[in-house]
């Protein structure tokens, strides 16, 4: 099959690599850039697993999605939410609330928040559920999960309000 080379960029880093024109972003981050904390699922756009964030805001299913489509563009994955061994404000929700079990649809859900948070900083409860809408959690956690969120935006909410106040340097 025809190859191409592509570069990604990927958490901050640049890869460059051959991929045969069909490659999904899901196969190419764990296949070939072996980052294997976005989840293959269903492999069809039903389960949300392989949720990653683009340009910081924006959520799209990596496994419906060309390689080849998102060069230029900034892809973050669950991972690389964790800055300096710091865990983000929503993945500490996820673990302080609970909202973890098998934790398989975790990395999906995480970014989908993160998604729904850069686009809504205070969403309901409705906002919530119909934000994560397309994301399953196959150990019926949603509760959980819906309040790590409100958690998760009250924090990132308080980290904001503190900066504007100075207390950051
Ligand atoms: S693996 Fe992509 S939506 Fe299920
Ligand atoms: S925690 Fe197991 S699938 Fe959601």
Redesign the pocket.
Known sequence: MKTRSITLCVNGRDYTFEVPHNRTL?QALRDDLKLTDT?????????????VLINGKDNI????TLAAEMEGKHITTVGGLTKNGQLHPIQQAFVELGAIQCGFCTP?MVMKTASLLAHNPNPSEDDIRRGLE?N?CRCTGYENIIRAVQKASQMINASATQCAGGACS
């Open positions: 899901l989840k293959y699922g269903c492999g069809s756009g039903e389960c949300g697993g392989c949720t299913n990596s496994c419906l999906g397309g399953i």
